[in-house]
């Protein structure tokens, strides 16, 4: 199947600081799918990104897709504790036989 | 989410045993989802199946064996349990897009 490439793999920062993690492929994506799983949770539903070079925000969470459709970045402004946890992305493929395809996450930790 | 649920949360089981992981849901999906979580490898899809006749072989499915006993249940077996099937194993479910998941089964094979 497809491969999406997320990096960073971790990412330590400070509270306050920005994030940004990057979902790349080799080949257009049909569309884009972000996941968080808090440590030791399960992975919950963030956003799906379908339209070329489409921008989605949900408070300090940014989603971008790119104009190409090979890549995608979520962006978190001024991090919080809160938002400790490993973001994935994923590709949903298959038309009427639909299934993910998941990179293989960014941890991020975040130093109160 | 509540509305997906796996048994048992927890197992310790011997190489060459035969375990049944199980999956409900209350969300009245037709689509449900097998995956294996490792330490930095993701999630890596097992299984799937779209409606109770129809089950779909998935990227690793090697190992693996799937029943959909209906549109609410979704059970995984190992045959015969090998140590590196030791993983985070989560049940997931959806109606279009979005995927809701349950809250894993941490299975262990010694």
């Known amino acids: 199947g497809q491969q999406v490439m997320q990096i960073p793999q971790y990412q330590h920062v400070q509270e306050g600081e920005d994030f940004t993690t990057y979902c790349n492929s080799s080949?257009?994506?049909?569309?884009i799918q972000w996941y968080k799983q808090r440590p030791g949770g399960h992975p919950v539903f963030l956003i799906q990104?379908?339209?070329?070079?489409e921008v989605k925000k949900q408070k300090r969470l940014t989603f971008q897709f790119g104009e190409a459709k090979k890549n995608s970045s979520l962006h978190i402004t001024a991090t919080q504790t809160t938002d400790v946890g490993t973001y994935f992305c994923?590709?949903?493929?298959?038309?009427?036989?639909?299934?993910?395809?998941f990179g293989k996450g960014t941890l991020l930790t975040v130093n109160p | 989410d509540a509305d997906v649920t796996q048994t048992p949360r927890n197992r310790i089981t011997k190489t060459g045993k035969r375990i049944m992981l199980e999956c409900s849901q209350t969300?009245?999906?037709?689509?449900m989802y097998w995956y294996r979580q490792d330490p930095g490898l993701g999630l890596r899809l097992i299984y799937y199946?779209?409606?109770?006749?129809?089950?779909n072989k998935g990227e690793i499915s090697d190992g693996y064996s799937v029943s959909r006993q209906a549109q609410a249940k979704f059970s995984l077996s190992l045959e015969s349990a090998i140590p590196n099937q030791t993983a985070l194993y989560f049940c997931?479910?959806?109606?279009?897009?979005?995927?809701?998941f349950g809250p894993g089964t941490r299975l262990t094979v010694t």
């Open positions: 994923a590709e949903g493929s298959g038309g009427s036989n639909y299934k993910l395809t």
């Open positions: 969300k009245g999906h037709d689509r």
């Open positions: 080949t257009t994506l049909s569309n």
């Open positions: 199946s779209f409606d109770v006749k129809d089950i």
């Open positions: 990104l379908v339209k070329s070079g």
């Open positions: 997931a479910t959806s109606d279009q897009d979005e995927q809701y």
